[in-house]
């Protein structure tokens, strides 16, 4: 399977660097809102004329900036609101995250079927990610969050590949494939994107479980590898479930015990429940 993984692997990268298998690009709101909120002479009304002429975009940052852990005393009733409440940079990321899930979509069934079962799990990521962000370190939680939708960016191109080249029909041998390569993929896609450092290492480490930053502040890395493995913890027949989690420096720069369970009181899984569903267009 290594093999496989390598000649393909070796295969998308060819691709890749001869403009043959595109890297995905960002929607153009997210373009857009990311540029303004960059800009120095941009103000807040700048930004939410870019969001205000995507109506889904503007629906979805109304309906997240009034969820349960965004809300204030107030209910948002316009983007303007909400950028007043969140700030500029917040709902940049916000958009750029949110943006993203319309990527995640495919013409075959098999491999559309594969994109949003990834997105769904990204989205829990980033709830998560969201939530220990805010209550166990002194990082922003907009860009943990938009370190969670990102993690597995990577499997684009992969499954792009499938489905054009009609090859890695097989469940599990794709599964294998994007598992093996996906975060050198990542890496490349939000390179392109010109994403900061901080959050290009993501894909590439946060399953790098012995990881040692020599630090011991946690970083977006930890944050994703603590919330990534939060997901798996009703799933006990998953790999990730019979590693010693004790080994595992990102819980104590976190914080955080590896026993999970113990660690996230009945409140803190309900803040995670909401920023799970906040994340989720239904």
Not at 217 to 227: E, G, L, P, S, T
């Amino acid at each position: 399977m290594t093999n496989v993984a390598d000649v393909t692997l070796h295969e998308i990268n060819e691709l890749i660097d001869n403009d043959r298998l595109v890297l995905p690009t960002l929607p153009e709101v997210a373009l857009r809102a990311r540029e303004t909120a960059e800009d120095p002479n941009a103000s807040a009304s700048d930004l939410a004329k870019v969001i205000n002429n995507d109506a889904a975009m503007t629906a979805r940052i109304i309906k997240v900036a009034n969820s349960p852990i965004m809300r204030g005393a107030r209910e948002i009733e316009d983007v303007q609101m909400a950028i007043a409440r969140l700030g500029i940079t917040c709902i940049s990321n916000l958009v750029t995250g949110l943006a993203m899930e319309q990527m995640f979509q495919a013409t075959s069934e098999f491999i559309d079927k594969t994109m949003r079962k990834s997105w769904h799990h990204s989205t829990e990521v980033a709830g998560i990610a969201n939530v220990l962000c805010k209550h166990y370190t002194k990082l922003k939680p907009d860009q943990a969050t938009l370190a969670g939708l990102i993690h597995e960016i990577g499997i684009l191109p992969i499954l792009t590949y499938a489905e054009e080249s009609n090859k890695l029909t097989d469940p599990m041998t794709l599964q294998k494939v994007i598992s093996a390569i996906h975060p050198q993929v990542g890496v490349k896609i939000l390179k392109s994107w010109d994403f900061p450092k901080e959050l290009v290492e993501v894909p590439q480490n946060y399953a790098q479980f012995d990881r040692d930053t020599g630090s011991e502040k946690a970083d977006y890395v930890d944050i994703v590898m603590v919330a990534n493995l939060q997901t798996y913890l009703n799933k006990p027949e998953h790999p990730y479930m019979q590693k010693d989690w004790a080994t595992i420096s990102a819980f104590t720069r976190m914080g955080l015990t590896p026993n999970m369970s113990d660690s996230v009181d009945e409140d803190l899984s309900a803040e995670m429940d909401a920023a799970m569903a906040m994340l989720q267009n239904s």
